[in-house]
């Protein structure tokens, strides 16, 4: 009795695989040895500002063992902002992206429950922007429940302002929800929405965004997908006209002498 009940809980706790054409099931962290590198391209969308700005972001993690995942980003989207502009900006002219580099981070998650509900604790390093400079630090905690060809994502964090609180890096609290569901082989929809806001005027300062996306896997290494999303669809300061499309390549398997695949 004893073993069979120490049995059961290992098999809770431990790393789960999912197949290599399932979208919605794959683990939060990474095997050992495999790499997810991703190219985003970030459009603005808002009337009479197509374009203005376009940028690419480059975002990749690496799995350093069975539950610890590292990585350094770049995108919006990896960070649950629905915007455009981040690094590196291709066309500067638009808020928020006047030079070709704004900054990036790095980010750890640690997995401490997998399988149907997996947890992840992660921290990120973040600079917001070098000019003026904005680090910043954000605590939080990945979470995803699958059943089934579908899955829903917790990602809720506290951003803290390290420097230049008054500069437009003051506390956030963001708490974004993705749904997620495969409805073919290698083909996923995302919807995410979620409620974020400033710390210090969060009555006023809040609101709600919305992004619609689908993901499809050209070959098993190989994953494209585009989405388009709106910074705020509800909130004391909504409005439809802060809205971007991104586009993504991106490349998952494993790399180096790692041994095979678990």
């Known amino acids: 009795m004893r073993r069979a009940l120490i049995g059961t809980l290992l098999a809770i706790a431990a790393p789960a695989r999912a197949a290599p054409d399932d979208l919605v099931a794959r683990p939060i962290v990474l095997a050992p040895g495999e790499l997810d590198a991703e190219l985003i391209g970030e459009i603005d969308l808002a009337p009479g500002e197509v374009f203005h700005p376009t940028s690419l972001a480059p975002d990749a993690w690496f799995g350093l063992s069975d539950r610890l995942t590292v990585g350094v980003f770049h995108s919006d989207p990896s960070v649950d902002r ?3 502009g981040a690094s590196f900006c291709l066309i500067t ?3 928020g992206c006047d030079r070709l580099y704004h900054g ?12 149907g509900l997996s947890v992840a604790p992660r921290a990120r390093l973040w600079l917001r922007d070098v000019d003026p400079a904005r680090p910043a630090m954000t605590l939080g905690a990945l979470v995803q429940w699958t059943h089934g060809r579908q899955a829903v994502v917790g990602d809720p964090y506290l951003q803290i302002g390290l420097a230049n609180t008054g500069a437009g890096n003051r506390a956030e609290l963001v708490l974004p929800v993705t749904w997620s569901i495969q409805p073919a082989r290698r083909i996923a929809i995302d919807v ?9 005027v969060w009555r006023d300062g809040w ?4 992004y619609l996306g689908v993901r499809a896997l050209a070959t098993g290494e190989l994953e494209l997908g585009a989405a388009v999303g709106f910074q705020s669809v509800f909130g004391p300061q909504a409005t439809s006209k802060q809205r971007a499309a991104f586009v993504t390549v991106a490349w998952r398997g494993r790399v180096g002498c790692a041994g095979p695949a678990p």
């Open 192 to 200: 995410r929405t979620g409620w974020n806001a400033d710390v210090a």
């Open 82 to 84: 629905i915007e455009p």
């Open 207 to 210: 609101h709600v965004p919305a």
């Open 93 to 95: 002219e638009g808020t």
């Open 104 to 115: 990036g981070g790095i980010d750890a998650r640690y997995e401490v429950l997998a399988g």
